[in-house]
């Protein structure tokens, strides 16, 4: 099946600092999401990005079908974008989201 | 407020018992979902169902079953086959659109053995 890697697996940051996020995949998709989860385990949606780039405020995000990789990207960060960040990728082949192992952010003040 | 309740929040097994997991939506979305998820893991589907009367396995369904009997709802049983049940549970939807299939998430339920 598709393989989905994100890296890196935990990333510690000061509060201003900004800092890249990568999701590689296996096959081609025609469907990738990011999400954040934060301390209480609610996931909440930040990105659908199949293609191209989008930004939404300090965040923003870049994926690279022809390539197989997506990029979040974080500009200066504060505390409350610490959790786990999840890349997810939808393949027609297996009719549902294959996610992966996410990459933990801890942002301290 | 539109969005997607699983209660409970917490919840106790005992050895041998069966547990229903509530999932209900108001968006008017077509599929639902079950995920579960072990601490420090990625998401691992259950069930998914696309529509009413209709639900396939996922990947880890053993020990699991699901009903779908209204659109808004669609509740997790955990079975005593479920030898290992103890992680976080969480509940999606979205419109179904093949390819375009945006999921959204409950704020989840925590499962414990006693």
């Known amino acids: 099946g598709i393989q989905v890697e994100q890296s890196p697996p935990d990333l510690i940051l000061q509060e201003g600092a900004n800092s890249t996020l990568r999701c590689n995949f296996s096959?081609?998709?025609?469907?990738l999401q990011w999400f954040h989860q934060n301390p209480w385990g609610q996931l909440i949606n930040l990105f659908y990005?199949?293609?191209g780039t989008k930004q939404n405020g300090r965040l923003s995000a870049t994926t690279v079908a022809t390539e197989r990789y997506s990029l979040l990207y974080i500009s200066s960060s504060q505390t409350t974008d610490s959790g786990v960040y999840f890349c997810?990728?939808?393949?027609?082949?297996?009719?549902?989201?294959?996610f992966g192992a996410g990459t933990r952010l801890a942002v301290h003040p | 407020d539109g969005g997607i309740t699983q209660s409970p929040k917490y919840l106790f097994r005992k050895e041998g018992q069966n547990v229903t997991l509530s999932c209900e939506q108001n968006?008017?979305?077509?599929?639902m979902y079950w995920y579960r998820q072990d601490p420090g893991q990625g998401l691992r589907l259950i069930y998914y169902?696309?529509?009413?009367?209709?639900?396939q396995k996922g990947d880890i369904a053993e020990g699991y079953s699901v009903s779908r009997e209204k659109k808004e709802s669609f509740p997790l049983t955990v079975t005593s086959a479920q030898k290992n049940p103890t992680a976080f549970y969480l509940c999606?939807?979205?419109?179904?659109?093949?390819?375009?299939?945006?999921?959204?998430f409950g704020a989840g339920t925590r499962l414990s053995v006693l």
């Open positions: 999606a939807s979205s419109i179904w659109q093949g390819a375009k299939n945006i999921q959204y």
């Open positions: 096959d081609s998709v025609n469907n």
């Open positions: 990005i199949p293609s």
């Open positions: 997810a990728v939808f393949s027609g082949g297996y009719n549902k989201l294959i």
């Open positions: 968006l008017n979305h077509d599929a």
């Open positions: 169902s696309q529509i009413v009367n209709d639900f």
